[in-house]
Each structure stands twice: as structure tokens, then as C-alpha cells.
């Protein structure tokens, strides 16, 4: 089995070996074991259950949330010359009919389906008579009402293990906490699962948190430096998309809006033009995201605080699939936490309320700290990370801490001196005006005005109180405790330096740091004849064009380095190469090796350093 399994890997889709995970993964679903899979994006998931399709004798049932997802895999695994195919809504009658012939007749190894259109009764029918020998549930998260993407339709796929009590079911999602991954397993019904979990690290991506200022210009500056790549902008609001992808457009940037109160027509051809190059950034809300495969996405930036860290995570998960070096950029601004806030109100469960302030403010804790970024978000997700990335701002260029045992002093004070004197606990707003002094109608109607600690902190503006109050949280002196008016409390550590006036170091909050030199994006890439490899793109454009279908359909970015670094002239050279599988060798090989050879006769060979 594992000489077949490496045959059909390297002949079928050119790698020559297994990323962390995937043949375990694969023989435990080989074995008719079910399987849940948690791989980050870029990980590998989706070969965990193409690769097995192709060696069993029968059909495999891929269960994918959106019409967009479901096109773009079977465009790759027909370019790759494998017999699959889906059915969705966006399909006419017709060919709806002839791919329901096809599947009764045995034609296909792999369908992809939706899942509100699995529970059909006469889709249950149809699953009987199909010879199901695998189902796949993608993006398994969405059945969690824990998990930041839930979808009720999700709910009712607990319902194929009765419908198909033997057939192996395969669980893969990129991103779950604790709770979700056990919510996964249970609604799922899983049997005795084999559980596999690969790090959450993305090493290729650079994260850095800028404060907000100005943030068209910002946007402008960074995309500009990064000409002709792949990139998205995530907003919180609709209208923030229009504006903003108006603006980009009108500095020459290649831009389109993307929410759910676009038509679908309007949305189908901002996202057809991304996925073909077209349109090299998409702002957008969050309705953006899950059904993109696309691979060379080089950069993401969060114009707005996401609204927990998972989101976030999944987000920025969009950078670099493909394994190369991608940025991912927060504007972070006390403002736009303020507007989350009111979102977080919104809501009309209070559970709900109370699980959102819980993350919104782990998210703040993410942009404000000094800790390294990989850190936190790894930490979010349970696992252990170096202390240094070298990857991030804080690790490149870290804040010097400072002594700030006088201003802690006065905070910790005031905190106390509050409960003290009224046995009750405030927020942190009104902490700061008793030490601002302001007159306001709480602070009279309380006494406050007349505490020792009125007005001790005139001179310090109410923002870097607020900076610093964040930060004695973080700390661990402080502590929030309440729901929809969350209060200060001095913890025991808190009243301990207080007493004991312990030195207390704080980190400013991170300053305008846009031209901190973050490493290279290009430290991990292919070193590669980069001349080539825009001739090679150009080659690969016409062909997909051709067929109606993305470019890295064809090859992805790091297939076209490895050409323009290894120079192959004939289709046998270019068997070797990363990504080349035999059917894409037949049809596109001699159009790849005529272009290198053709740009050899006009220039010279670069020689390059040996990888490591």
C-alpha cells in the first residue's frame, strides 16, 4: 500500500512526498476508519480524501459548504484527469440530469455536494444506489454552534451514519478549538474516531499591528510596494467595502467590493476576476473567504478589529496556501473595538453576548500585546509555540518596556479606593475619570470627587490611561469580571504590589510602526530566473483562459519557480518538476518546456545558490 499510495501521489498530482499527517490520515480512512482531521490551511486536507477516491472501488461523497468551493476543486482534479464532478443549484436541469446519469452509471470517483441537498429524500435513494464507499464532511467547523462559522444545515449530516451505518466518515477542518473539535466528533456521531491534529503554525506568514491612521493611505502604501500580487482587504461593514474598493480603484489598483448585499451576479464576477488574476484585491466582509481556494493570495490586511481570534486566525489562513511567503497586516484602533462592542449588544441571547466580549477581548489583548503574535494565536488554539517567531513585529522590533511603578500605583489605587469606599466595582471608564478628575453625573452622584485619588492623573491623557489599564490586565493585577458592563477588580497580586509598591513594568502600545523593517517576504520563496517566471505566467494565463478556468488550475506559483529555476527544455525534464502529474505533463508540457527553451535563446542561465 504505501508504494501505491506514493505512485498515485507523485503520478497523479506530481508531489513526490506527503505533507505532516496526510498518508496516516489516508491509510486510517483506507482502513474504513473514521477519521477526524484537523490540518491548517495549506495543509493538505483536501489530498486526504482525493487521493484515497482514486483507489477505492466506488464513490467518494465530499460534503462542501459553497457553490464556489465545489467548482474550483473540480476544475483541478479534472485538469489532473481525475473523474470528478458536483451538484449544486447552480446547475441547469439538463446537466443536472446527465451528471445523475453519470454517477448511477459509476463514472465518477468523487462528488461534491451541498449538504441541505444530501438529506433529500430522493438524494437518500440515490446514496444507497451509488456504491458509497467514503463520506467527507469539509469544513467540519460549521457544525459546531461553538465554532465562528456555524451553519445549521450542518447539523442534519449526523443523520448518514444512520442512512449509511458502514461507510467511513472523514471529518477535516482547518481551524477548531477544544470545544469545537469535540462538538465535531459528537454531532457527527463518529465512531471511535482516529484523531489527527497537525500544528496550527502557518510559518510562512508575517503578522504585524499597526495603529489606524489614515488607513487609505496605508492600504495604498502596502499594496502598491506589492504590484500585481494577490491580496484582500477584510472590512467589518458593507458600505466600508464600496468606499474603500472605490478608493483603491481610483489610485490605479485593480479592485472590487465583495458582501452579501452584492447581487450574485455582481459577486460571481468580482470573485471569477480575483481567482483569474484579473482583479488583484478584493475588499471585503467576511462572506468572503471559505469558498476561496485560491493558492497565491500574498497578503492580507484587516482594515477593522476582527471579532475574535478565531476569525481572525481563519482569515489571515487565506495567505499563502500555497506554502510561500505571505503578510498579514492588523489596522488596530480603540475605535473599532468600541464598534464591536455595539455589535456584541446587538445580539439577542445573552450567552451569546457573554461568549462574544470574552473574545473580543482576547483579540484586543492580541493586537495590544508585546508578546510575540505566532505566540497568542497558537496559544488561543492550546498549543505550545517557541517564544520567538522572528516573523512578526513584535519579534523584529519589540517595545522596550518601561518603569511605570508610579502611574500602576495610581491606577491600582483608584481601582481600590472606588471598591472601598462604595462597595462597588466600576468599569474602566469611570476609573479613569475619578483619575482625570471629570465632573460627570456618577462621579458626583457616588462621592467619588471627594476619593484622595480624584485628579491624581490630570496629566495623562484618558487614551494612554486606557493604554495602560489594558495593560495591568494582561498583567494579571487587575481582573473583568461581568457581562454587559464588565467592572475593575484589584486581584491579589494587584493589592500585593500595591502594598508592597513592587516595580511594575509596562509596554507601550504599538506606535506607527509602518516602516519597521519585518523580514523579507521573500526569505523562503524559490529563488528562481524571475523573468522566466513572468514569461511562464504569461503561458500559463493563455492556456487557463483558455479552458475557462483559474490560472494555478493549471500550475501553481511554486510549480512555475521550481521551471524557472531548473531550466527543464523537454517533457521529460519537466517531469520532475513539483506539481507536474502525468496528465498536466500530456497536455500542457510541451507549451512550458517551448517557452523556456525559446527564452534560453535570447538569455543566459542564472546560476543560483544550493537550497537547503
Not at 481610483?250 to 467590493?257: F, K, N, V
Amino acid at each position: 500500500m504505501p508504494d501505491l499510495l506514493l505512485d498515485t501521489l507523485n503520478r497523479t498530482f506530481g508531489y513526490r512526498e506527503f505533507r505532516p499527517l496526510q498518508r496516516q490520515i489516508i491509510e486510517a480512512t483506507l482502513e474504513g476508519r473514521d477519521v477526524f482531521a484537523l490540518l491548517p490551511t495549506g495543509g493538505g486536507k483536501s489530498l486526504c480524501f482525493q487521493l484515497p477516491a482514486l483507489i477505492r472501488n466506488g464513490l467518494t461523497v465530499v460534503v462542501s459548504p459553497l457553490i464556489a468551493l465545489m467548482k474550483d476543486q473540480v476544475d483541478q482534479l479534472q485538469t489532473s484527469g481525475i473523474a470528478a464532478t458536483f451538484l449544486n443549484s447552480a446547475l441547469d436541469v439538463g446537466e443536472s440530469r446527465a451528471r445523475l446519469r453519470r454517477l448511477h452509471q459509476g463514472e465518477y470517483c468523487l462528488l461534491y455536494a451541498a449538504p441541505e441537498r444530501l438529506m433529500l429524500d430522493d438524494w437518500k435513494a440515490n446514496l444507497r444506489a451509488w456504491n458509497v464507499k467514503a463520506l467527507v464532511i469539509d469544513e467540519a467547523h460549521c457544525i459546531s454552534e461553538w465554532g465562528h462559522d456555524f451553519r445549521p444545515e450542518y447539523r442534519q449530516l449526523r443523520e448518514l451514519r444512520t442512512l449509511l451505518p458502514k461507510v467511513p466518515i472523514l471529518a477535516t477542518t482547518a481551524t477548531a478549538t477544544p470545544h469545537v473539535r469535540t462538538d465535531i466528533i459528537n454531532h457527527l456521531n463518529l465512531a471511535n474516531p482516529a484523531v489527527f491534529m497537525a500544528s496550527f503554525n502557518r510559518p510562512n506568514l508575517t503578522y504585524q499591528v499597526v495603529p489606524k491612521d489614515q488607513p487609505l493611505r496605508q492600504i495604498v502604501d502596502f499594496a502598491t510596494k506589492r504590484n500585481q500580487e494577490s491580496g484582500i482587504v477584510y472590512c467589518t461593514t458593507r458600505a466600508t467595502t464600496e468606499r474603500l474598493a472605490a478608493s483603491l480603484a481610483a489610485r490605479g489598483l485593480a479592485t472590487r467590493p465583495y458582501h452579501a448585499g452584492l447581487s450574485n451576479e455582481a459577486r460571481s464576477e468580482a470573485q471569477e476576476l480575483f481567482l483569474r488574476d484579473e482583479v488583484h484585491i478584493i475588499c471585503a466582509t467576511i462572506a468572503f473567504g471559505m469558498g476561496i481556494n485560491k493558492p497565491n493570495v500574498r497578503w492580507v490586511i484587516h482594515h477593522d478589529l476582527p471579532r475574535n481570534l478565531e476569525a481572525y486566525y481563519q482569515e489571515t489562513g487565506r495567505a499563502g496556501r500555497d506554502g510561500m511567503p505571505a503578510d498579514c497586516l492588523l489596522l488596530f484602533s480603540a475605535g473599532d473595538a468600541a464598534k464591536q462592542g455595539h455589535f456584541i449588544k446587538a445580539m439577542s441571547r445573552l450567552q451569546e453576548q457573554q461568549v462574544a466580549r470574552r473574545q473580543l477581548r482576547e483579540m484586543i489583548h492580541y493586537a495590544e500585546s508585546s508578546a510575540c503574535r505566532r505566540q497568542t494565536l497558537l496559544a488561543y488554539f492550546g498549543e505550545q509555540s517557541p517564544t520567538r517567531c522572528d516573523a512578526c513585529d513584535n519579534c523584529v522590533a519589540p517595545r522596550a518596556s518601561y518603569d511605570a511603578t508610579i502611574v500602576s500605583q495610581k491606577f491600582l489605587s483608584c481601582v481600590f479606593r472606588i471598591r472601598q469606599s462604595s462597595q462597588l466595582s466600576t468599569g474602566m471608564n469611570h476609573v479613569i475619570d475619578v483619575l482625570t478628575g471629570a465632573s460627570t453625573e456618577k462621579v458626583r452622584r457616588w462621592n467619588h470627587h471627594t476619593l484622595t485619588t480624584y485628579g491624581i492623573g490630570a496629566d495623562v491623557d484618558r487614551k494612554e490611561w486606557a493604554a495602560m489599564g489594558r495593560e495591568l490586565l494582561r498583567q494579571g493585577y487587575l481582573r473583568q469580571s461581568g457581562n454587559e458592563f464588565p467592572v475593575l477588580e484589584i486581584t491579589p497580586a494587584g493589592l500585593s504590589a500595591l502594598r508592597s509598591r513592587k516595580i511594575i513594568m509596562l509596554t507601550p502600545p504599538p506606535m506607527a510602526r509602518s516602516k519597521t523593517k519585518l523580514p523579507s517576504r521573500r526569505t523562503g520563496e524559490i529563488e528562481c530566473d524571475e523573468a522566466l517566471f513572468d514569461r511562464l505566467r504569461t503561458v500559463r494565463k493563455k492556456l487557463a483562459d483558455e479552458r475557462g478556468v483559474p490560472a494555478y488550475v493549471i500550475f501553481g506559483d511554486a510549480t512555475l519557480r521550481e521551471m524557472a529555476r531548473r531550466y527543464p527544455t523537454t517533457k521529460e525534464a519537466l517531469a520532475g518538476i513539483f506539481g507536474v502529474g502525468q496528465r498536466k505533463l500530456q497536455e500542457f508540457g510541451a507549451a512550458f518546456a517551448a517557452e523556456i527553451a525559446a527564452h534560453l535563446q535570447a538569455h543566459p542561465r542564472v546560476e543560483f545558490a544550493a537550497r537547503d
